[in-house]
């Protein structure tokens, strides 16, 4: 049987629990032989001035995994975004993957629900749902996705594929978003990130401002 190998992108502006646990799920419904963290250098969707840089997520990315059987960081997007400029596009880091795996291996790409119904808005979609399975991790609220607006740039195919590949994983409501707002309250946010992450985050004095 061919590897299966899953490509999770995301800013993990900072990785959670919530990451962790659907990334687990995951893993487990597809049988996947590797699960690849991708923290991405200069989202093209999140311009916030929040974003911690991309060195101090790639670590909190790489604590937070380092002893997770079958679990990888990839800094790809991370070089990429260093030498060059603009953002980088996730179309460039599945075609990286696939020539490195080749044909043969199974490539999916992880995204959430919320996710799901703005894919019209990436860069070379069509090319990216034909060269990779995606498949959605539903997150609260997105239980239902409305669909049709995909259809203004894929195939009715397509987006079946994608309705296919919505994935019944735990429901884990919480949010980076709201981490780095208990950080800038002082607030504590045990429980919500691993521990490691936890005292790296006090450390070095992420999110305070």
């Not at 590897?3 to 487990?28: C, Q, Y």
């Not at 840089?53 to 002893?67: E, G, N, P, S, V």
């Not at 060269?131 to 987006?159: N, Y």
Request: aromatic share 6%.
């Amino acid at each position: 049987m061919a590897d299966k190998t899953a490509l999770f992108g995301g800013s993990f502006n900072p990785i959670h629990v919530g990451h962790l646990i659907v990334a687990r799920a995951v893993a487990e419904h597809l049988d996947v032989s590797r699960l690849i963290f991708v923290p991405s250098g200069n989202p093209p969707h999140k311009r916030s001035g929040g974003l911690a840089d991309a060195a101090a997520r790639l670590t909190m990315a790489r604590i937070a995994t380092a002893d997770e059987p079958g679990f990888e960081v990839s800094d790809i997007e991370i070089q990429r975004d260093a030498q060059q400029s603009g953002p980088s596009y996730t179309i460039l880091t599945v075609q990286h993957y696939r020539q490195l795996l080749g044909a043969d291996e199974s490539l999916f790409w992880i995204i959430g629900g919320d996710t799901l119904t703005e894919l019209h808005t990436w860069y070379r979609v069509d090319e990216l749902v034909d060269m990779c399975r995606i498949v959605t991790a539903m997150r609260p609220g997105f239980e239902q996705p409305d669909l049709s607006v995909l259809h203004t740039k894929l195939s009715s195919a397509q987006v079946s594929r994608l309705r296919e590949g919505m994935l019944p994983t735990p429901v884990v409501d919480i949010s980076a978003t709201d981490i780095r707002h208990r950080v800038r309250t002082g607030r504590s946010i045990r429980y919500l990130v691993p521990d490691a992450v936890c005292d790296y985050i006090e450390k070095r004095g992420l999110y305070k401002a």
